[in-house]
């Protein structure tokens, strides 16, 4: 009898009271360790993204980050119309650490001056550093204290257990000097160097060493978590574009409602300058839509009854009445943001060992503190250098610009690509973009526009080409076929205007006739004309063969009984493709032109586009197996494509690329979803995963590089623990200003 496996639910928590890289290895730790449950808590984003089976509650989960010595909640549903109540929590956090480090700053300035400078060194001048840095290893360092000592309740030690003990060994060991020692005697002076050398052991207080750690590391974690706020400023922004109400349309009386209140199959109504509420269907009215905002596309879209439109772009023009057809989590704009914020809340592989090492590093670093303060004292040294040397070791080994490296590079990443129409869906995207060689791209829809065009109108001698246009156009306007209604369109947009039709006939197969101001008409299949005793003359004849031969629709106009033009109807090719392929061409990769088309079309457009290899006449079921030819020959492929055929090739794909305009199982499917239908925005993506890489990349190795080298520094005694305090705030704000660096990237124009 088989068995039924349970269903497995997926929650996100928001987790509160983290101040390092090993709360969140410590927290998803004892996530893990609960039956049927699997969790990431990310530092960056303070989130745990929890999958678990139904036998686990949600209040089973908080309870267990409660017991910890942390909170947990579930966050309020993202809200696209409004601002995110996050910012406000966010302002209230940044407040009282604000309060703290400018105590610290004004209070630890003048001790650190005066054990700097020995001529400032009046009688009892070691009083007065005690009077001022007391504050600032109590007041302003207590929430690292009291992270301690909650950790250590809990039998673990954290960052903040290391800054603790240090200030307070530091602090301790001055009290006892000045008190019990000969510290606090009048006139004593403490000289104080900035030199990499050994102590020699001369140094009684450290005062200046409690007070600046504090003073420095409270500056670190302010900067970081405004930093952080800023990395995450780019999901926000995404967030509260949509407008906030809405005039919908109900029994003929126009009516004001907030957009949460919106139904799908209502009818609301977009003036102009006002953002359209929710995606939908054009149902009365034309317009020109300004999507700049959603999809960084410049260029507003011309939108007309039977169009869709998107939520939160901004009707340019005229008035339009739209039906809902998605709201709230449905519509592109929240999907967006949802795919935006998964991906910050992954983690890479390399980040996983930084935060398995993280959880370990604590108590080595303990250790290692304990170790050296026993070698020092083993071999004869003073007690005041061997005890320096050990509070070094505590102060400088910080675990966390490990936990900030790849979080704070993807949120910005990832956000500076949602504001270009680039949405990377995870941390394990950007690998396969450094490693992808061979880039296939699907003809229809995504080189080219994916409708038939009217591209060119060959004249017979005497013929006029607006004549041509303006009676072929009105025929065929009449007519549901593609073509059809391409020539119309084109006829249309290049003359205005078409003239009425006074009789009309379908002929199946062959094309269509009737009767326009006077003229009995033909458009069609040159047989369609053979069948009127019509033949056409050798020039038409010659750019109709040109025309088939190129891949393209080739229809015969003729009236009054004789033969007047040839029209050339394709998929046109983007005007932006051939650029594309220029581009991608640039970051390394080899372009392969995938369809079902004739191989005479792809070939066609292949030459249009600057591709040389072309893989034509492939059923939509058989894309995926030409994805894993290619991967069987040794290359690494990415696809882009566009279509519900497409998204088991994207899905085999190293790299799966979707267009936006394309449809949801493509965009489900895809690795990057690219918003805009341009191709070029298909190599921005690339170039913008490659370069939050290798920022990534960089933010481990100096955060790695910056433990391994100070270390062993601290333990050998050559590092004053107030120079390791500032070395170790200012690798997790280096790690943060590193990855903001990528909110300067730009697309390619």
């Known amino acids: 009898m088989a068995t039924t496996v349970p269903e497995r639910t997926r929650v996100e928590l928001a987790i509160g009271g983290m101040t390092c890289a090993s709360c969140a290895?410590?927290?998803?730790?004892?996530?893990?360790?609960?039956?049927?449950?699997?969790?990431?808590?990310?530092?960056?984003?303070?989130?745990?993204?929890?999958?678990?089976?139904?036998?686990?509650?949600?209040?089973d989960l908080i309870a267990t980050v409660e017991a910890t010595g942390y909170t947990a909640r579930v966050p309020e549903p993202a809200r696209t119309a409004a601002a995110d109540p996050r910012d406000e929590t966010a302002a209230d956090e940044l407040l009282p650490l604000r309060q703290r480090l400018v105590t610290a700053a004004v209070l630890a300035v003048p001790v650190i001056v005066l054990a700097m400078v020995p001529a400032l060194q009046f009688d009892y001048w070691q009083w007065l550093s005690l009077t001022l840095a007391a504050p600032v290893v109590t007041y302003a360092a207590w929430p690292f204290h009291r992270a301690a000592f909650t950790n250590a309740r809990h039998g673990a030690a954290t960052m903040d257990t290391l800054i603790s003990v240090g200030t307070l060994a530091a602090f301790g060991w001055s009290l006892w000097a000045l008190f019990l020692g000969t510290a606090g005697t009048p006139g004593m002076t403490h000289p104080f160097e900035l030199t990499i050398e050994r102590g020699d052991g001369t140094n009684s207080i450290y005062l200046e060493a409690a007070a600046g750690v504090t003073a420095f590391i409270l500056a670190g974690r302010y900067f970081e978590a405004r930093s952080k706020?800023?990395?995450?400023?780019?999901?926000r922004a995404l967030m509260e574009l949509g407008a906030k109400d809405v005039t919908v349309l109900r029994e003929g009386r126009e009516q004001r409602i907030p957009v949460d209140a919106l139904k799908v199959g209502d009818r609301f109504l977009v003036r102009p300058g006002e953002k359209i509420a929710t995606d939908g269907i054009v149902v009365e009215g034309?317009?020109?839509?300004?999507?700049?905002?959603?999809?960084?596309?410049?260029?507003?879209?011309?939108?007309?009854?039977?169009?869709?439109?998107?939520?939160?772009?901004?009707?340019?023009?005229?008035r339009l009445v739209v039906e809902a057809t998605r709201i709230g989590a449905d519509t592109q704009l929240a999907r967006m943001a949802r795919l935006v914020e998964d991906a910050q809340n992954g983690k890479a592989a390399a980040q996983r060992l930084a935060d398995r090492i993280s959880g370990v590093f604590v108590p080595v670093v303990i250790a290692l503190a304990l170790g050296t303060l026993g070698f020092w004292l083993g071999n004869g040294a003073e007690l005041t250098a061997a005890f320096t040397a050990a509070v070094a070791v505590l102060i400088i080994a910080c675990p966390c610009a490990l936990g900030l490296a790849t979080p704070t590079a993807l949120m910005v990443g990832t956000g500076r690509g949602a504001q270009l129409g680039i949405l990377i869906k995870g941390p394990e995207v950007l690998e396969s973009t450094r490693r992808v060689d061979t880039i296939v791209l699907d003809k229809t829809g995504t080189v080219t526009t994916g409708r038939m065009t009217l591209l060119t109108v060959h004249t017979a001698d005497g013929t006029e080409e607006s004549e041509v246009l303006r009676l072929a156009g009105a025929l065929e306007h009449a007519s549901e076929h593609p073509v059809a209604r391409a020539v119309a369109a084109g006829a249309a947009e290049r003359?205005?205007?078409?003239?009425?039709?006074?009789?009309?006939?379908?002929?199946?197969?062959l094309g269509v006739q009737g009767v326009v101001e006077g003229h009995a008409v033909l458009v069609g299949r040159e047989e369609l004309l053979g069948e009127w005793a019509?033949?056409?003359?050798?020039?038409?004849?010659?750019?109709?063969?040109?025309?088939?031969?190129?891949?393209?629709?080739?229809?015969?106009?003729?009236?009054?009984?004789?033969?007047r033009a040839v029209l050339e109807v394709a998929d046109a090719v983007k005007d932006t493709s051939a650029e594309a392929v220029t581009r991608l061409r640039a970051l390394g990769l080899t372009p392969i032109l995938l369809t079902g088309d004739h191989r005479a079309v792809a070939e066609a457009v292949a030459t249009q586009v600057g591709i040389d290899e072309v893989i034509a006449?492939?059923?939509?079921?058989?894309?995926?197996?030409?994805?894993?030819?290619?991967?069987?020959?040794?290359?690494?492929?990415?696809?882009?494509?566009?279509?519900?055929?497409?998204?088991?090739?994207?899905?085999?794909?190293?790299?799966?690329?979707?267009?936006?305009?394309?449809t949801d199982a493509a965009i489900e499917a895809g690795d990057l979803t690219l918003v805009r239908g341009d191709l070029r925005v298909a190599a921005d993506a690339i170039r913008l995963a490659r370069r939050t890489l290798g920022t990534i990349r960089s933010n481990l190795f100096w955060a790695f590089a910056y433990n391994v080298a100070a270390l062993p520094l601290a333990a050998a005694g050559l590092l004053n623990p107030m120079i390791a305090g500032a070395a170790m705030a200012f690798s997790s704000v280096f790690v943060v200003g590193n990855s903001l660096r990528l909110r300067g990237f730009k697309a390619a124009r």
């Open 25 to 59: 290895a410590r927290i998803e730790k004892k996530l893990n360790r609960m039956a049927g449950v699997t969790a990431t808590v990310n530092y960056a984003t303070e989130k745990a993204q929890v999958s678990h089976d139904p036998d686990t509650s949600v209040a």
């Open 229 to 235: 706020r800023r990395a995450g400023a780019a999901l």
């Open 286 to 318: 034309s317009s020109a839509v300004d999507a700049s905002l959603l999809t960084g596309e410049s260029v507003p879209i011309e939108v007309g009854a039977g169009d869709a439109v998107t939520g939160a772009t901004v009707n340019a023009g005229g």
């Open 495 to 509: 003359v205005g205007a078409l003239p009425a039709l006074e009789d009309f006939a379908n002929v199946p197969g």
């Open 534 to 563: 019509m033949a056409l003359p050798a020039g038409l004849a010659r750019a109709k063969a040109e025309a088939e031969a190129a891949g393209r629709t080739a229809i015969a106009v003729a009236w009054d009984g004789e033969a």
């Open 617 to 662: 006449g492939v059923l939509p079921e058989d894309k995926v197996e030409v994805v894993k030819r290619l991967q069987g020959e040794g290359r690494s492929v990415a696809m882009v494509g566009d279509g519900v055929n497409d998204a088991a090739a994207l899905a085999q794909a190293d790299l799966g690329l979707a267009m936006g305009t394309g």
